[in-house]
C-alpha cells in the first residue's frame, strides 16, 4: 500500500448500492497516503450524498461537467491532467457500455476520455446483468482498449440473487491500485501465445477447423500487456479485436502457425499456446471445388500436423512453455501426460465437454499443472481468469530462473 503515497486518485463514484462501500474506500485510500478527488454521477448522487465524498476526501466532489466556476469551465481537463490512475468503484453496466464506446456524455466518461492515466474499474451488478452477453461483450471491448478490471466477486447480493457482481471489498481494491504503481510482473519480457483455431484447407472453399474463439488467449495477450511484457500474438481465424500493446500475426494453418512460432518463440522469455490446432490436415488439397458425386459416401485421407508446443518445448534457447489441455474426459490425467511427454513447465487443463465454460464460452475453469503440483482456479470470467494466470506464471517464472 505504500506505492499509493503522493499519488493522485480521481475516483468515480456510479449508480449502485455498492456506492456505500465507495466511503471506506477512500478512507483507505487516504490513509495510505493519497490524494483523493471524487467525480460523482447522477445515479451516484442517488445512494450517497456528495457531502460525505467530500468530508471523507478532503476535496470538493465534482458532478458537473459543464461547471463555469472550474477553470473557466475546463474542469474537467485539470481533472484528467491531475489524476495519476482514474479509479471506477463502483463501475455500473451503463457506465461500462458507455465508456467502451467513447461515449463522453457526462463527467466521468468524458475525464476517462481526456486522460491519459490508467483507468481501473470496480464492477457492480446484479449476476445476471454481468453475466449479460452485452455486459461481456462491453467488458472484452474495454479489456482490449487497456482498461483494468478489479472483480467482480461472486457472493450474496444486495437484491437476493448469488452469483457474480459483487463489487470487490474496499481493502481489496485498495491493494490492487497499489499494484498499478508497482513494478509490472512481466517488465522486460517478452511473451508470445497462440490463440484462436486454425484451419485446414480441404479445397479452396472448404476447410476443417474447430470451434475454438480465440477468447483466453486474447484474454491472456491482453492480461501479460498490463503485466508490462511486450506481447506478440499468432492468431488463428478469429472474430476478435486485437488487444491494447499487442502486436498480432494472423494465421491460417498448423503449418503457419509452426513457423511463426518458431521464429518468434525463440526470442521470447515466456510461450503459451492457447491455440486450439487442428490435429490432422489432408494430405493433399485440390485446387478447385470438390464437386458433389453420386456416391454416398467420401473418403479423405489426412496426415497429421506438427506439434506446435512440444517443437517450441525442444528449442535450444527455449522460452518457459506453457499449453493448454482442453479435454473431455480424464482432464488431469491427460493434462498430466502432456506435461510429461512434451517437456512442458506448466499446462492448464479445462473440461471442454461443459458447455458454460467451453469454446466460445465467456467463463471458463482451469486447473494448473506442474512439475509442483496441481493447483485448481474457479469458474470466471476469462479476462479474471486470464489476470489471475499471468501472476501465477510469473511467480513460476521467477521460480523457474
Not at 458507455?98 to 457526462?106: C, F, M, P, V, W
Not at 478447385?288 to 497429421?304: A, D, S, T, W
Request: glycine content about 8%.
Amino acid at each position: 500500500m505504500h506505492r499509493l503515497t503522493n499519488r493522485n486518485i480521481l475516483l468515480g463514484v456510479t449508480g449502485g448500492i455498492a456506492a456505500y462501500k465507495s466511503a471506506e474506500l477512500i478512507r483507505l485510500l487516504t490513509k495510505a497516503g493519497a490524494s483523493v478527488r471524487v467525480v460523482l454521477t447522477a445515479g451516484g448522487a442517488e445512494f450517497i450524498t456528495p457531502l460525505t465524498l467530500q468530508a471523507l476526501s478532503g476535496n470538493p466532489v465534482h458532478q458537473s461537467l459543464l461547471d463555469p466556476d472550474a477553470e473557466q469551465g475546463m474542469g474537467h481537463i485539470e481533472l484528467a491532467r491531475w489524476a495519476d490512475l482514474i479509479l471506477v468503484a463502483p463501475a455500473s453496466a451503463d457506465f461500462m457500455a458507455r465508456l467502451s464506446h467513447g461515449l463522453a456524455n457526462d463527467l466521468l466518461t468524458t475525464l476517462c476520455l481526456a486522460s491519459e492515466a490508467p483507468i481501473c474499474l470496480a464492477p457492480a451488478m446484479n449476476q445476471a446483468m454481468w453475466r449479460d452477453v452485452r455486459t461481456q461483450a462491453n467488458t472484452a471491448l474495454l479489456l482490449q482498449q487497456g482498461v483494468r478490471l478489479f472483480g467482480p466477486g461472486a457472493g450474496e447480493q444486495a437484491c437476493g440473487d448469488i452469483g457474480p457482481g459483487r463489487m470487490l471489498e474496499p481493502q481489496e481494491i485498495a491493494r490492487l491500485a497499489s499494484e498499478v504503481f508497482a513494478t509490472p510482473l512481466l517488465a522486460g519480457k517478452r511473451v508470445c501465445i497462440t490463440a484462436g483455431p486454425t484451419r485446414e484447407a480441404l479445397d479452396p472453399v472448404r476447410y476443417i477447423s474447430n470451434h475454438s474463439s480465440g477468447k483466453m488467449g486474447y484474454a491472456l495477450a491482453s492480461a501479460a500487456a498490463q503485466a508490462g511484457a511486450e506481447v506478440i500474438l499468432i492468431s488463428g481465424p478469429v472474430a476478435l479485436s486485437t488487444p491494447a500493446g499487442v502486436r498480432r500475426i494472423d494465421v491460417e494453418s498448423a503449418e503457419q502457425m509452426l513457423a511463426a512460432s518458431l521464429e518468434l518463440a525463440a526470442g521470447s522469455d515466456l510461450f503459451i499456446g492457447a491455440a486450439a490446432v487442428a490435429d490432422y490436415r489432408p494430405v493433399a488439397i485440390a485446387d478447385q471445388k470438390i464437386k458433389k458425386g453420386q456416391e454416398e459416401l467420401m473418403e479423405l485421407r489426412l496426415v497429421k500436423n506438427p506439434d506446435i508446443i512440444a517443437q517450441v518445448a525442444t528449442l535450444s534457447a527455449r522460452p518457459f512453455t506453457v499449453g493448454f489441455a482442453a479435454e473431455t474426459e480424464n482432464v488431469l490425467g491427460h493434462a498430466r501426460s502432456k506435461l510429461e511427454r512434451k517437456s512442458l513447465d506448466l499446462v492448464i487443463a479445462n473440461d471442454v465437454s461443459r458447455a458454460e465454460i467451453g469454446f466460445n464460452a465467456d467463463e471458463n475453469e482451469v486447473t494448473l499443472v506442474s512439475a509442483q503440483g496441481d493447483f485448481h482456479l474457479p469458474r470466471r470470467a476469462k479476462h479474471s481468469l486470464a489476470q489471475e494466470l499471468i501472476q501465477h506464471i510469473s511467480r513460476l517464472m521467477e521460480q523457474h530462473d
